[in-house]
């Protein structure tokens, strides 16, 4: 009897539509994509959502400094986005934003089932406020001096990591007019964050062996200190509008609304494919929940969104799995713009190919500890690792001098084994997001490979002994169709390119040849990068 295939949702966090995506944020996306071709190749039941964060200050003020409308700048952004996802070649099943139509109706019904079931209440408090601009402010809104280093910050921190209290926030001046700040009660409506300490806790402590030790220490943190209540009402003009009497003048906060795009997201993409969205997010029909994100959205993600599920009390499953990057530099410094170390993506694709990209991301990013990116390193390992192993053995094998096919032949029992062991690891070590062994163990089949070819010397059974060269020949063609599946969740065009040549069927199993196979234009899958 076949196994049931399992449903499997797999959430890839919300891009903030307000810049363009460099390498790092890249790193901390693309193990999504893996997992989800992966489960696919599996013939396993996934959904991937993700989208464009299209609401909040940070919007609102390019808007204004543009002269533009705040959409204007969220769909430029958004477009961005979308043209590089599909340069990396991502397969969301969906891949929204939060400025649909779809996506606010939602939420706003979600909220409702929270104030329904209590967990939204009102408090007044002093709020920071503009007098001249007469409007209140948030943090970054706000700059003021930082005590620690000296130079001018946003209210929401420093880049020297230092965190403003109330009082620093109080001495600084608002962004948009330059103004002293001072304070003006305000209501707003809150989340009861705090009333679902004791089951965050112990969901921590269910699935801390299956985290990474980033996403079970920060979460942990958060909660040594105690949940506190947070605001999910803002006065802002961009935004998904509050449904509640009283507060038509304000919109809902980012951070509430974004995680609920999970919710949203699978819904309509499972509405427009007859598909029952419940199969995918509810406890008893859900198998695996993956988030995947960098380290600064692992709160959002093991506090915020788990407690908005288990608020709704509908039966939602919490995420199973956690998938926290670290953060990644280039050439041993921060990402930035501002400070000219900066590369675009597109750029970086354009020096090797998008399925480099991908396979140096997983197999030397930064998985569980920061890592730098380079392109001198990223060449090395294009030339080195792709080129001279990969690319070399398929070359080799494939457009061998004097053959014009590979005909059906016996296969070493040895070498059916090395494969299947390789499925295996590499099997193992994605469903635990150990994106980097499951790389290399695929780069050790090719190393396997290599060498098989070097000891078996077909250069010289094709002169002295054709029956035993067919044999190897033929088996050095049976890793190549294997390699193809293994390496398709990393490198999908290459996958997709040896599958044309071979005639298969990927599928992530071990693969045979049943039949002979024609070598006609065998075109060369990769070349190097000059250094």
Not at 61 to 80: Q, V
Not at 176 to 198: E, H, M, P
Not at 396 to 424: A, C, H, M, S
Not at 505 to 524: C, V
Request: one cysteine or more; hydrophobic letters at 35%.
């Amino acid at each position: 009897m076949k196994d049931k295939k399992r449903n499997i949702f797999i959430g890839g966090a919300w891009p903030y539509a307000n810049s363009t995506l460099h390498v790092g944020h890249l790193a901390a996306l693309l193990g999504g994509d893996v997992l989800a071709r992966y489960f696919r190749l599996k013939g396993e039941n996934v959904v991937y959502v993700s989208g464009s964060d299209c609401h909040g200050t940070p919007i609102t003020l390019r808007a204004i400094k543009e002269g533009k409308e705040p959409r204007m700048i969220a769909k430029h952004f958004h477009d961005a986005f979308v043209n590089l996802f599909n340069l990396l070649n991502f397969e969301y099943d969906f891949y929204g934003e939060t400025s649909a139509p779809y996506h606010h109706e939602e939420v706003k019904k979600l909220l409702l089932t929270l104030e329904k079931n209590g967990y939204i209440f009102e408090k007044e408090e002093d709020q920071i406020y503009c007098n001249t601009c007469e409007k209140f402010l948030n943090d970054r809104e706000i700059v003021f001096t930082c005590p620690s280093c000296g130079k001018q910050a946003k209210g929401e921190g420093c880049d020297c990591k230092h965190h403003p209290i109330l009082e620093e926030l109080l001495s600084g001046n608002c962004v948009l007019c330059g103004s002293k700040v001072t304070t003006k009660k305000d209501k707003n409506l809150y989340f009861k964050l705090s009333a679902f300490q004791k089951q965050i806790e112990e969901y921590v402590d269910n699935n801390k062996d299956r985290w990474r030790l980033n996403a079970v220490n920060e979460t942990k943190k958060y909660l040594n200190q105690g949940l506190i209540d947070r605001a999910i009402t803002r006065d802002l003009d961009w935004g998904i509008e509050v449904p509640f009497k009283g507060y038509e003048h304000k919109r809902i906060y980012v951070w509430i609304e974004a995680v609920l795009g999970y919710i949203s997201t699978c819904k309509k993409y499972c509405q427009d494919n007859n598909l029952d969205w419940n199969d995918f997010l509810k406890e008893d029909k859900n198998d695996l929940y993956y988030m995947v994100h960098g380290k600064d959205n692992i709160v959002f993600h093991t506090i915020i969104f788990p407690a908005l599920l288990l608020g709704l009390n509908e039966g939602y499953r919490l995420p199973t799995d956690i998938v926290s990057s670290e953060f990644m530099t280039l050439d041993g410094d921060k990402i930035s713009k501002s400070t000219g170390n900066y590369k675009e993506t597109d750029e970086i694709v354009a020096y090797g190919s998008s399925d480099t990209l991908r396979f140096y991301i997983m197999g030397y990013g930064p998985e569980k500890k920061d890592s730098d990116f380079s392109l001198k390193d990223y060449a090395t390992i294009h030339n080195n690792e792709i080129v001279n192993k990969f690319g070399n053995f398929i070359n080799r094998t494939l457009k061998f001098k004097g053959i014009n096919k590979i005909e059906v032949n016996v296969l070493d029992p040895l070498i059916r084994t090395r494969i299947e062991e390789t499925y295996d690891q590499v099997s193992t070590n994605i469903e635990k997001y150990e994106f980097r062994e499951a790389a290399r163990s695929a780069l050790h089949l090719v190393e396997f490979a290599n060498k098989y070819y070097d000891d078996s010397k077909p250069w010289i059974l094709f002169k002295e002994d054709i029956d035993k060269f067919n044999e190897v020949i033929y088996n050095c063609a049976v890793i190549i169709a294997n390699l193809a599946n293994i390496f398709l969740p990393f490198m999908p065009e290459t996958s997709k390119k040896i599958a044309r040549l071979l005639n298969l069927e990927l599928s992530f199993e071990f693969t045979s040849l049943d039949n002979d196979i024609a070598l006609d234009n065998i075109e060369t899958l990769f070349t190097r990068i000059k250094i």
